[in-house]
């Protein structure tokens, strides 16, 4: 049962992981892989909020959202002068210099030592403790955060991202600015990133930046070039696929020594055969080139 | 009132080449002005100067006197000026209502913060402008495809869609680059219809490239026909067409 709960919990956490990404991959056609980085400073910044400046879950969990955001803004200011593969590579500096900076800022972060000891969430007096309320606050925050999402992806904004997503040239000359449109939502996904990344540290109670270095962006991405991305059911078939399938290859019965091997080798595999056979993903709407 | 362009002293190099050379012209408001010439003669890369898709390298752009040389090209548009590209460009994956409702909304609808604090409009925003769209669709014959990708339509039917994507913009200065290239005769009958009513009824300035001479001979207010980056002749359009050396260098290679 335990085992369960945490599962549909993980499910819980990457979705609105995936949803985030969801508006600067599927919307813009941004192909960013900073999204980790984001992840970790909400994280980062969610646990030190709490545990040095001792905010109370919800102030933190609000605050880790504006300067994860905020940051995104100012990351994407240089980034989106790019497109295409440049602009692939630009994020990948990024994702790269923040996980140095996380690992090697012993001071703030205490490094590759990791925080310990994060304490649980009380809301107004709500001790989240077992897994079960654990589930029912993600089952509730997913809530809210897919609404406002949700809103986005159906709004003239969302719209207007995909028709520059699709000809930025042509949707220039129907007066979408892409520059200012591309730093909203590179902005926006990146502080909705900041949400699972306070989860995840309450969660595990512990954060180290392991869990957000460039093989947990290439993951992240993974998830929605196999679900597909643009609308909302590709991201979430792409989480469900990618947090249950390790579980399933549990039952095979795999030597421990060989399993992890496996797993990173069906990766691969999933990732080449899409490709070839339905490059949309499983449910997206459209191709990344 | 219609709006009218100027072009000053226009010039832009690629290199060493002048593909646009000190070109000086109007653009007249509330008219047809047509661009004829040979392939290569600049006549796009003209209209890509004013779009601001190209930044010039002499001469300024005047939007009834307003400089608008350098201005980027969505801050173009919004000052009233489209363009029917060439090669179509409409957006492939979207719906093909979709592609007609994108060039409806306003800079205010699409602000993401808007839609957040106005989230229970958004339904009638959208039945509004879906509403909209389908006039348009209904305009170019394109109603009954409204829910298929726009990848599906044949080209001639990316062409109307393009069409209606640029007449649902409320654009005040149309710039039609061969509109009328790869199109069924009987469409190019329809399509003339619909710029003579623009330009009739709703006070629109057009510009248009056109490789169809019966097309320029019926629309067209004022001619300018260029060669090699120049406007080598000008003038209304029955004396441009009229004249020798035009139905030389120009008619006579059709």
């Known amino acids: 049962m335990n085992y369960i709960l945490h599962l549909l919990i993980m499910i819980g956490i990457y979705s609105i992981l995936a949803y985030s990404l969801n508006l600067v991959i599927g919307f813009s056609g941004l192909f960013s892989l900073t999204h980790a980085a984001f992840y970790g400073i909400g994280a980062y910044s969610f646990t030190l909020l709490m545990m040095k400046l001792h905010f109370p879950f919800i102030a933190a969990l609000i605050a880790a959202f504006l300067i994860t955001g905020f940051l995104g803004f100012l990351l994407g200011l240089p980034a989106l002068r790019f497109r295409g593969d440049s602009f692939v590579l630009v994020t990948l500096g990024f994702q790269m210099i923040i996980f140095t900076i996380m690992y090697n800022w012993v001071g703030l972060t205490r490094g590759p030592y990791g925080i310990p000891g994060i304490p649980r969430p009380v809301i107004f007096g709500w001790h989240v403790d077992s897994l079960l309320e654990y589930l029912i606050l993600i089952g509730l925050l997913n809530a809210v955060i897919c609404f406002l999402l949700f809103t986005i992806y159906n709004s003239p904004f969302g719209l207007a991202l995909k028709s520059l997503r699709e000809d930025e040239k042509a949707a220039e000359a129907l007066g979408k600015p892409a520059y200012r449109y591309f730093l909203r939502s590179f902005s926006i996904g990146a502080a909705f990133a900041a949400i699972p990344g306070a989860l995840y540290a309450t969660y595990v109670t512990y954060i180290d930046p392991t869990s957000f270095s460039l093989d947990e962006s290439m993951f992240q991405v993974v998830i929605l070039l196999l679900g597909g991305s643009g609308n909302k059911r590709g991201p979430f078939l792409g989480v469900l696929i990618m947090t249950l399938l390790p579980e399933a290859l549990r039952f095979l019965g795999l030597p421990d020594t060989i399993a992890p091997n496996v797993r990173q080798i069906i990766y691969g595999l999933i990732l080449v055969f899409l490709m070839y056979f339905r490059p949309q993903g499983i449910a997206g709407e459209f191709a990344v080139k | ?254």
């Not at chain 2, 009638?124 to 599906?152: C, I, N, P």
């Open chain 2, 1 to 254: 009132m219609a709006r009218g362009l100027q072009l000053k002293k226009i010039g832009k190099r690629f290199g060493d080449f002048w593909a646009v050379r000190n070109v000086t012209c109007r653009i007249f408001s509330g008219k047809i002005t047509g661009f004829i010439g040979p392939n290569g003669a600049g006549k796009t890369t003209l209209f890509s100067v004013i779009t601001g898709d190209l930044r010039p390298d002499t001469g300024n752009v005047l939007l009834d006197g307003e400089d608008i040389t350098g201005l980027k090209p969505w801050a173009i548009a919004r000052k009233g000026i489209g363009k029917l590209y060439q090669d179509v460009r409409i957006f492939k994956n979207l719906r093909v209502i979709d592609n007609v409702v994108v060039s409806l909304l306003s800079p205010k609808e699409e602000s993401p913060f808007r839609a957040l604090s106005n989230f229970y409009k958004l339904k009638s925003l959208w039945s509004q402008k879906a509403e909209e769209a389908m006039k348009w669709l209904e305009f170019v014959g394109l109603a009954d495809d409204r829910e298929k990708k726009a990848l599906e339509l044949s080209f001639g039917q990316q062409k109307l869609l393009s069409f209606a994507r640029l007449m649902a913009a409320g654009f005040d200065i149309l710039l039609l680059d061969e509109p009328t290239a790869g199109i069924h005769p009987k469409m190019i009958h329809k399509i003339e219809e619909i710029l003579i009513k623009l330009v009739e009824e709703e006070n629109k300035t057009i510009a248009i490239i056109e490789h169809n001479m019966s097309v320029i001979a019926s629309l067209a207010y004022w001619v300018n026909f260029m060669t090699e980056g120049e406007i080598t002749f000008s003038g209304r359009t029955d004396h441009v067409l009229g004249d020798e050396n035009v139905r030389k260098i120009y008619m006579g290679i059709l």
